[in-house]
DNA sequence: TATTTTTAGGTTATCGGTAACATTACTTAA
DNA sequence: TTAAGTAATGTTACCGATAACCTAAAAATA
């Protein structure tokens, strides 16, 4: 492997005079400085970053944990995240936790071991609380990202889940809808917890009673098992004639359950959530839907953890934003009239 | 920050008593080891990876370069990476290079930067070659997923792309189609040649006769701009009765413009096309797919990374795996009878 | 008991860079 | 002409871990 020594060698310079160039620091004759390039081109020298994070104590890695890597809405944050991450010079590594805590935690772990110079979580809930805290007493800065985790102060970007669910609902109502129920992630994620209170919302203001027993609770991630939520949908008597999933995830998930049974949507079944799906709306934009604003939930969370990370002896005081959501209005409610 | 040193002096040993005790090293008596765990757990100690990887020079780390994070087929296939990696004790970083020969250089300079112990990557196309090259004199092991490019030898994981595309045209040509177009990706990437002659074979061997007039070469990635494909299209004449594309994200593509001129899927034009669209064909099992095993992809692919850097020094033979496509068929294709 | 072997642990140098300080060679003003 | 200032470069120590070598004490063997 070539290493600044073997540069300095053959350019008959000290190593120290080869940092400087690389890095642009310090007083170089030109002459000096053109030799070093020369010979820095013809051994083909890449610095080892290895080295440098040593000494630097940085690495300029960050590192994105999200929660279901085939999820548009994670990869369109990604991708946001990415960009602004490029933008100030760090590269970035990604984790997928898969919704599960212990691979969270498996995360944690290699977050500390690879001592990135700080993180990006969209947390599994909030029992996710130890490990935010690890993160804390490692002194690693960390924004969350679409989900609180009570118990830790952060920064945090956040949409607006309540408002979002809420609008949900009311286009329901305004197509005719007054049996609505809802398909929900985990109550320990707080976006989950804030969209069913804006589907609560939604009913209230419109003079429509809640009954739990229109609501079920799942995972928020690919369902394996249909067979609790089939059992869901049979004791709903009446059966609603419209369904909130509280993501893009149990949308597709409740649409392939009814499928399986010969439930037709929107014509026996009207469908609403949270969430687009990405390019595959395109396919047959079916879906209406809250769509958030996936690529600034990351450009944003990744810009705020940017300034905490260059901050760091500064007290910032901990930011917090809320993206709102639209509602984007396609095929999958039916407009029923009165029985 | 915790080192070493201060579980050392904390337990009275020296520094390398406490390096035997976390890697499971040399000799060390039962007390020992029990004082300096106990001192570890005390002060939450967690070793420095960037000072192991100097001093090993190994970071333990592998780089998957995919050329377009939304498509589902790269997210299963990264899936299935990152399993085989974690098994081997690898952690992975992920790159997107976009199609983009310009991004691909990028991350192969990040490559080299970071000091990844091996990649996995998907190729831009044929122009790739000096990016292979350059990883190779670097000493970087790498497997190449998806594409070849022509002028580097290596280890490799294709899919059968002729033959699946042979595939896709007789199964047009049984459902009574005889006049078949085909959208593909740019012919410097190995699989849409092959995929090419898949399809000139499959007419050929129904007597259908070619013409390259179907035929339209793009890009594998999202198109910004469908005003060129939708001109060739209008070229047609007599127009096609079905369309065969190159990949899925093409036949998205190829969907939405003839959503937007009216021509109705199946009804008035007929798609099939290669990789399946993940989670999203569960909403509507719609096209009509050569399905490629997109988690073996990256399974097999890094189990023969990791394979090669484990045998650096042996001098293996390049291997390659063919991984034969699966023909699912759902509903995106009409029978036609002869008019 | 004396000698060899084994066990448990310590010392030192090193990985490839960079910060801080030191030195040399020119300029420039007095 | 000379002291002082500046520009250009070199020296040394260190980041946190580990490999290779070394040593003292205990155990096994002669």
Not at 77 to 94: I, M, N, Q, V
Not at 120 to 126: F, I, R, S
């Amino acid at each position: 492997m070539v290493t600044i020594y073997d540069i300095a060698a053959k350019a008959s310079v000290s190593a120290m005079t080869v940092s400087r160039v690389i890095n642009n620091t310090g007083k170089i004759s030109e002459k000096t400085r053109a030799k070093v390039k020369r010979v820095m081109e013809e051994l083909n020298y890449v610095p080892n970053q290895t080295a440098r994070s040593l000494v630097l104590q940085q690495t300029k890695l960050l590192f994105l944990l999200i929660t279901d890597i085939m999820n548009p809405f994670y990869t369109t944050l990604a991708r946001g995240a990415e960009d602004a991450a490029k933008k100030s010079g760090y590269r970035l590594l990604f984790g997928n936790s898969d919704e599960s805590l212990e691979k969270e935690s498996d995360y944690v772990t290699t977050i500390l071991i690879a001592r990135v110079d700080g993180v990006l979580v969209a947390p599994a809930g909030d029992p996710s609380l130890p490990h935010m805290e690890s993160l804390r007493m490692h002194n690693v800065p960390f924004v969350l990202l679409d989900r609180e985790v009570p118990g830790i102060e952060c920064d945090i970007v956040l949409g607006d889940s309540k408002e979002g669910a809420r609008m949900l609902v009311e286009h329901l109502v305004s197509q005719g809808h007054r049996r609505i129920a809802m398909v929900n992630g985990s109550p320990s994620i707080s976006s989950a917890r804030l969209r069913l209170q804006g589907y609560q919302d939604g009913l209230k203001l419109n003079d429509l009673s809640y009954n739990d027993r229109y609501v079920y609770e799942t995972s928020f991630g690919p369902l394996n098992d249909l067979s609790e939520m089939e059992q869901w949908i049979d004791r709903m008597d009446p059966p609603p004639t419209a369904i909130v999933a509280g993501n893009n995830v149990l949308a597709v998930e409740v649409m392939r359950l009814l499928r399986g049974r010969g439930i037709s949507v929107p014509d026996d079944m009207s469908i609403v959530c949270f969430d687009d799906l990405g390019p595959y709306s395109e396919i047959e934009p079916f879906l209406t839907v809250a769509a958030q604003q996936a690529y600034q939930f990351g450009y944003m969370g990744m810009k705020m953890l940017i300034e905490r990370i260059q901050e760091r002896e500064t007290t910032l005081p901990w930011k917090k934003i809320v993206l709102p959501a639209d509602l984007i209005i396609r095929r999958s409610v039916k407009e029923i009239t009165q029985p």
